[in-house]
């Protein structure tokens, strides 16, 4: 008697072509979704007194960050499904393309003294969401051919140091520090990961301490350093009104929080809430438990990246997903430093959960990279 062909479960079988994310990172992709989903909520439980007061509207910042998230998804499904071996081929392209991105910004009006978006019609983006996935991709090009065992540090560690610098050098001139340092450790995370000499580092912790030192003590900044020496004291109705604002915000969340919604300080104490210091929120709403599941979903995203990029099929992959991975890990280990006052005030916004548009798009287009890569290690497991 012949046997009829084994049918597969209808369900297997919408799981494994699901929305074009075939035989990538499950684990990954789902706490994707998660965070993505998460920081919907918070965004708008964040947002909702200031979009009242600013438009008249409550849902203002959640309708324009759920418009971004679609945007977002359609971005990761498309590199997901782009080849990541491809950059490598448009990478000088994307470097020089990103280079005229950041020029063309300083033409456009600036928005509290700072030049970092190109509008639009009712949009806008900033072109340093561009530059973090350009130098990324443009470093790992060059560090995917590198022999640092035949190497000197002139003629094979600078280059590293100017392919940063010329974009470190025109975000300076927006000014966007925080991308300017963000970038800088992302650069240093490659560096040490492709096998670069520590004398190479040395040598540059040397020249770098004196324009450290300048840069964080210079105008505005020097305020915001002696604020973090002296959080509770130092000029409580100026620079110091927001970090004071966060640690009310932390402090009165205790254990389990006041309940989503229920937050204090963004009630117009804590400035734009939904952004930089959305954690204060997630902190006083969700208390310290809520506050620990976040971290532990950041923790797992992160070592999804780092086993990615250890596991990834070749050089060019692995030094794109360390890039990806550390870019997140820094910006989210910088915020949290920040709200809890752990270190000086500055503009780095929470991965998934701050209000923006750009930086939510480029941050799941450059989750679908991962996941590309992902489906390469797990084709070559299943030969």
């Given at each position: 008697m012949r046997k009829k062909p084994v049918r597969k479960s209808a369900a297997k079988s919408v799981t494994k072509e699901y929305m074009g994310f075939t035989k990538t990172d499950p684990v990954l992709f789902n706490l994707v979704l998660v965070l993505v989903c998460f920081g919907l909520i918070m965004c708008f439980s964040a947002s909702a007194p200031t979009a009242q007061v600013q438009n008249g509207d409550s849902y203002y910042f959640l309708k324009r960050q759920m418009i971004w998230a679609v945007?977002?998804?359609?971005?990761?499904?498309?590199?997901?499904?782009?080849?990541?071996?491809?950059?490598?081929?448009?990478?000088?392209?994307?470097?020089?393309?990103?280079?005229?991105?950041?020029?063309?910004?300083?033409?456009?009006?600036?928005?509290?003294?700072?030049?970092?978006?190109?509008?639009?019609?009712?949009?806008?983006?900033?072109?340093?969401?561009?530059?973090?996935?350009?130098?990324?991709?443009?470093?790992?090009?060059?560090?995917?051919?590198?022999?640092?065992?035949?190497?000197?540090f002139f003629k094979d560690f600078v280059p590293y140091l100017i392919l940063y610098g010329v974009f470190a050098l025109m975000l300076m001139l927006e000014p966007h520090f925080s991308c300017t340092l963000l970038l800088f450790g992302v650069t240093v995370a490659m560096l040490f990961v492709s096998?670069?000499?520590?004398?190479?580092?040395?040598?540059?912790?040397?020249?770098?301490?004196?324009?450290?030192?300048?840069?964080?003590?210079?105008?505005?900044?020097?305020?915001?350093?002696?604020?973090?020496?002296?959080?509770?004291?130092?000029?409580?109705?100026?620079?110091?009104?927001?970090?004071?604002?966060?640690?009310?915000?932390?402090?009165?969340?205790?254990?389990?929080?006041?309940?989503?919604?229920?937050?204090?300080?963004?009630?117009?104490?804590?400035?734009?809430?939904?952004?930089?210091?959305?954690f204060s929120v997630i902190c006083e709403e969700l208390g310290f438990l809520g506050a620990a599941v976040v971290i532990l979903l950041f923790a797992a995203l992160i070592w999804r990246g780092i086993y990615i990029a250890v596991n990834a099929p070749d050089?060019?992959?692995?030094?794109?997903?360390?890039?990806?991975?550390?870019?997140?890990?820094?910006?989210?280990?910088?915020?949290?430093?920040?709200?809890?006052?752990?270190?000086?005030?500055?503009?780095?916004?929470?991965?998934?959960?701050?209000?923006?548009?750009?930086?939510?798009v480029f941050l799941m287009a450059g989750m679908g990279i991962l996941l590309n890569i992902s489906k390469s290690i797990r084709q070559n497991k299943s030969k």
């Open positions: 945007l977002g998804f359609i971005a990761m499904l498309f590199t997901s499904n782009f080849h990541y071996a491809r950059y490598k081929k448009y990478s000088f392209m994307f470097y020089v393309a990103t280079i005229g991105l950041l020029l063309i910004v300083l033409a456009f009006p600036g928005i509290n003294g700072a030049k970092r978006w190109i509008g639009i019609g009712g949009f806008s983006f900033q072109p340093s969401e561009v530059a973090k996935y350009s130098l990324i991709i443009m470093l790992s090009h060059k560090m995917s051919v590198q022999n640092w065992e035949k190497s000197t096998g670069a000499k520590m004398k190479y580092f040395a040598i540059c912790l040397l020249v770098a301490i004196p324009a450290i030192y300048f840069l964080a003590f210079s105008g505005y900044r020097g305020e915001r350093m002696a604020v973090f020496l002296d959080p509770m004291g130092s000029d409580p109705s100026g620079e110091g009104w927001q970090i004071r604002q966060s640690l009310y915000a932390i402090g009165s969340g205790g254990m389990f929080g006041l309940g989503i919604g229920q937050s204090r300080q963004k009630f117009l104490y804590l400035p734009e809430p939904q952004n930089d210091f959305i050089k060019f992959s692995c030094y794109l997903a360390t890039g990806i991975t550390a870019l997140i890990a820094i910006q989210i280990i910088v915020n949290i430093a920040v709200v809890t006052s752990s270190m000086p005030v500055t503009g780095m916004p929470l991965p998934f959960f701050s209000a923006g548009g750009s930086s939510l």
